[in-house]
């Protein structure tokens, strides 16, 4: 059933986890003029998404690989962490080198088909447009929360500045284990300074990537 081309319309969700009242934005897009192009870039990348080093669907295979890889000892650090408003806080040409770096480097997709996808993908997020009450706006910098694709080009892109961020740290300093859950990390450190130092360095990615956490 053909349905007509709408605006994304914006709302905002109640965070109810958060100490402090605030808002979740969102971006409706079903039915926007990216909308289709937009789940066909989901349904494509996410095949390089599951692949990612660092990439976990739930909780559950998270102790699963601790169970099977991995045995804690009295001196092992345990890192939590959170990418501080992850998708509105992506530099979209940045984003955009990252990701194609990121593809070129780990898939078997040949170049033609990478360039399509990064020219439909730079299309898509270069046209995010959105209305609230009778007003339009354009959004120029991060990702829309409601856009099929946000999921798999903000993992995608934090797995390339992963990538960037393990090959600078001398071997025995890395961490044990390391899974990230979108913009939630959790990570094995053989001590605290280690730790310490790879949320140092992970912050100097990029001005505008932060990560809060708690050491125990």
Not at 14 to 26: F, W
Not at 55 to 83: C, G, M, P, W
Request: with cysteine.
């Amino acid at each position: 059933q053909n349905k007509p081309i709408r605006i994304p319309i914006f709302y905002g969700l109640v965070k109810m986890h958060k100490a402090t009242i605030c808002l979740r934005p969102i971006c409706s897009c079903i039915n926007s003029p990216t909308y289709h192009a937009s789940k066909f870039l989901d349904w494509k990348l996410k095949k390089v998404m599951t692949h990612g080093a660092s990439y976990t669907k739930d909780s559950r295979e998270i102790l699963l690989k601790l169970q099977q890889h991995f045995n804690l000892t009295s001196q092992s650090t345990l890192l939590s962490a959170d990418v501080v408003s992850l998708y509105p806080s992506i530099v979209l040409e940045d984003a955009y080198i990252k990701i194609r770096i990121y593809l070129n480097n780990n898939t078997t997709l040949p170049p033609h088909e990478i360039a399509f996808i990064m020219d439909l993908l730079i299309w898509v997020m270069n046209n995010n447009y959105c209305k609230f009450s009778d007003k339009v706006f354009k959004q120029i910098r991060g990702v829309a929360m409601g856009q099929p694709c946000a999921v798999v080009f903000a993992v995608i892109y934090l797995l390339q500045l992963e990538v960037e961020l393990l090959q600078s740290i001398y071997t025995p300093n890395r961490p044990l284990f390391f899974i990230r859950f979108i913009d939630d990390i959790f990570a094995i450190f053989k001590t605290s300074s280690d730790a310490l130092s790879f949320i140092t360095l992970y912050n100097k990615l990029h001005d505008s990537i932060k990560l809060t956490y708690d050491i125990s």
